[in-house]
Every structure is written in structure tokens, then in C-alpha cells.
T-cell receptor, first 115, second 113 residues
Framework: DTGVSQDPRHKITKRGQNVTFRCDPI?????LYWYRQTLGQGPEFLTY????????KSRLLSDRFSAERPKGSFSTLEIQRTEQGDSAMYLC?????????????FGSGTRLTVV | DQQVKQNSPSLSVQEGRISILNCDYT??????FLWYKKYPAEGPTFLIS?????DKNEDGRFTVFLNKSAKHLSLHIVPSQPGDSAVYFC????????????FGKGTLLTVNP
């Protein structure tokens, strides 16, 4: 297991197009998180899954955003009708939470540029 | 409202000297704190953490200090090495938050040879 994988690494899209990102977490991790990082800011929480259940969504996640984690394995984050303000680094992270919390492992991120 | 604040956008130190990165927080529900290191075009990498029941945690060259009464934590790197040059993020998790992390804006550390 090589850690958390995200695909693609970079995406340039025209405003109004739909985009989908994929995240493959560490296989034994039961929690998966999506964060967004814009220039000069720290990562901001978007949503998280416990196995296949999406348990919380941030108010940052407008109705143009949808995330899934079928069968509790990989996850996808889709943005519909992209806007220039969606340009950011989208980070996926996973963790194993049972008896305690020891932080996340982040992927390398998907850099989205909306032109 | 910025609940985790890193007031120094950048810090420059000489190789071999100590680097001290600071972080302040406002949410008294935070009970677990982490430092992440980030290189350009990569995701954040976990560095060290501390629970609110402790006031110090050490891992090799990295030590994190927590002052709960001041709502302040700091990361000490000694000795600093050029490879430590990166953006350092302070993050915190609150009780009952499902382990969501709230991050500061980061501090760019440059270690000069």
C-alpha cells in the first residue's frame, strides 16, 4: 500500500463544465475526508465518510458538489457547472479511527483550475 | 472567524539553529493538535501531534509544546536543516467533531545553508 492516491493531479476545465476527482484511501482506513485548499489558506473541511456512509458535509459544499464512496472503498468528488471560485487544491485524506485518533494521511491532491 | 491562527506567514533561520513555529487557537473544545508539513504540489504530511492532556511531545528533532491556559502551541525544530524548508500547518480537532481538523493558514519556513 503506497498511501492515499488521488487522480488526476491536475485538471484545467472551462467554466460551466463538470469535473470528477477520484481518491483511493489506505485500504485498512475506515474514514475518508475531503478538504479544499485555496491560495494562502490552510485546508478547509468539505465532507467525510465512515465506510460508505457520508456523515457530515460542510456548508462550503454547495449543491453543485457531490461526493460518494461506494462500498466504502475509493471516493469520488464531483463538481457540476464549475465556477472560477472552485479553483483550488482538493485534498483527500484517510484515517483509521477505532480506539483513538492519530491524524490523517493526505494524498497529493488534485489541483483544479477553472478558466 | 479563524479558530486556529498562525500569525507569522514566514520564518527564516540558519541551518543548525532552532526553528520555532507558533500557533494560537480560540476554541476551548480543541483537544488534539497536529503539525503538518507541506511541500509545493504535494499534500500535507503529518509531523507530530499532542493531546490536550499533555504539555510536551517529542519526536527526534521535533518537539511540540502546548500551553492550554494561553491557548498556544509551538513547534520546535532543532537543529534545523535545509530539507525542513516547507510550509508548516498547525491543525486542531475538537471533542465530538468526528475528528475534523481546523487548520491555520500556515508558516513558510526557510532554512538557509
Amino acid at each position: 500500500d503506497t498511501g492515499v492516491s488521488q487522480d488526476p493531479r491536475h485538471k484545467i476545465t472551462k467554466r460551466g463544465q463538470n469535473v470528477t476527482f477520484r481518491c483511493d484511501p489506505i485500504s485498512e482506513h475506515n474514514r475518508l475526508y475531503w478538504y479544499r485548499q485555496t491560495l494562502g489558506q490552510g485546508p478547509e473541511f468539505l465532507t467525510y465518510f465512515q465506510n460508505e456512509a457520508q456523515l457530515e458535509k460542510s456548508r462550503l459544499l454547495s449543491d453543485r458538489f457531490s461526493a460518494e464512496r461506494p462500498k466504502g472503498s475509493f471516493s469520488t468528488l464531483e463538481i457540476q457547472r464549475t465556477e472560477q471560485g472552485d479553483s483550488a487544491m482538493y485534498l483527500c485524506a484517510s484515517s483509521f479511527v477505532q480506539t483513538g485518533f492519530y491524524g490523517y494521511t493526505f494524498g497529493s491532491g488534485t489541483r483544479l483550475t477553472v478558466v | 472567524d479563524q479558530q486556529v491562527k498562525q500569525n507569522s506567514p514566514s520564518l527564516s533561520v540558519q541551518e543548525g539553529r532552532i526553528s520555532i513555529l507558533n500557533c494560537d487557537y480560540t476554541n476551548s473544545m480543541f483537544d488534539y493538535f497536529l503539525w503538518y508539513k507541506k511541500y509545493p504540489a504535494e499534500g500535507p504530511t503529518f509531523l507530530i501531534s499532542i493531546s490536550s492532556i499533555k504539555d510536551k511531545n517529542e519526536d527526534g528533532r521535533f518537539t511540540v509544546f502546548l500551553n492550554k491556559s494561553a491557548k498556544h502551541l509551538s513547534l520546535h525544530i532543532v537543529p534545523s536543516q535545509p530539507g525542513d524548508s516547507a510550509v508548516y500547518f498547525c491543525a486542531a480537532s475538537a471533542r465530538g467533531s468526528n475528528y475534523k481538523l481546523t487548520f491555520g493558514k500556515g508558516t513558510l519556513l526557510t532554512v538557509n545553508p
